[in-house]
T-cell receptor
Framework: ETGVTQSPTHLIKTRGQQVTLRCSSQSGHNTVSWYQQALGQGPQFIFQYYREEENGRGNFPPRFSGLQFPNYSSELNVNALELDDSALYLC?????????????FGNGTRLTVT | AQSVTQLDSQVPVFEEAPVELRCNYS??????LFWYVQYPNQGLQLLLK??????LVESINGFEAEFNKSQTSFHLRKPSVHISDTAEYYC???????????FGTGTRLTVIP
């Protein structure tokens, strides 16, 4: 089975710019979750998509948005980048929403905002 | 609100020695508990989870964790560590039926030869 892949692996952006991060979920997984991991911190939940609809959101502003596509790929978009957005962004896919379905994480995209 | 506290940010231990990584959680409702491991330059991998039933759960590589409801703890233990166990370990909690995990700040386990 193919795993979860994320692109790009590293990215440098300037404050105020917009960024799109991409994720390819494991085949057959209907659910994708995005997490932000700041340096020295645990991952924090941004939002989850299930069958192309948002299915839960953490404490992140609306400038963080997402899309999920029928081909098991998804995107995380961040507008008006701020310095504090610098972090490792993790995508995780699962068969179904909820805790009974294990999360499979990608290796992440490291975003640096200057 | 839920929170997870990992009391030790770094734990150095000699090879073949036992180790315990501590995790305490705070929640007013029932939760599910997880341990994830992150090896260098890799994503998080599920190590073990407690959903219900036996309070002692085990992983395939020798780790175990015990859910203690009265102490709100879910400590991770291994009786004899290997060099390959060197990694960052994250404890996480989710509300029953919820979609998201709350992670602790992680414990870096370093196994010394």
């Amino acid at each position: 089975e193919t795993g979860v892949t994320q692109s790009p692996t590293h990215l440098i952006k300037t404050r105020g710019q917009q960024v799109t991060l991409r994720c390819s979920s494991q085949s057959g997984h209907n659910t994708v979750s995005w997490y932000q991991q700041a340096l020295g911190q645990g991952p924090q939940f941004i939002f989850q998509y299930y069958r192309e609809e948002e299915n839960g959101r953490g404490n992140f502003p609306p400038r963080f948005s997402g899309l999920q596509f029928p081909n098991y790929s998804s995107e995380l978009n961040v507008n008006a980048l701020e310095l504090d957005d610098s972090a490792l962004y993790l995508c995780a896919s699962s068969l179904e929403p909820g805790e009974g379905s294990p999360l499979h994480f990608g290796n992440g995209t490291r975003l640096t905002v200057t | 609100a839920q929170s997870v506290t990992q009391l030790d940010s770094q734990v150095p231990v000699f090879e073949e020695a036992p180790v315990e990584l501590r995790c305490n959680y705070s929640s007013s409702v029932s939760v599910y508990l997880f341990w994830y491991v992150q090896y260098p330059n890799q994503g998080l991998q599920l190590l073990l989870k407690y959903l219900s039933g036996s309070t002692l759960v085990e992983s395939i590589n020798g780790f175990e964790a015990e859910f203690n409801k009265s102490q709100t703890s879910f400590h991770l233990r291994k009786p004899s560590v290997h060099i390959s166990d060197t990694a960052e370990y994250y404890c996480a909690v989710s509300l029953t039926g919820a979609n998201n995990l709350f992670f602790g700040t992680g414990t870096r386990l370093t196994v010394i030869p």
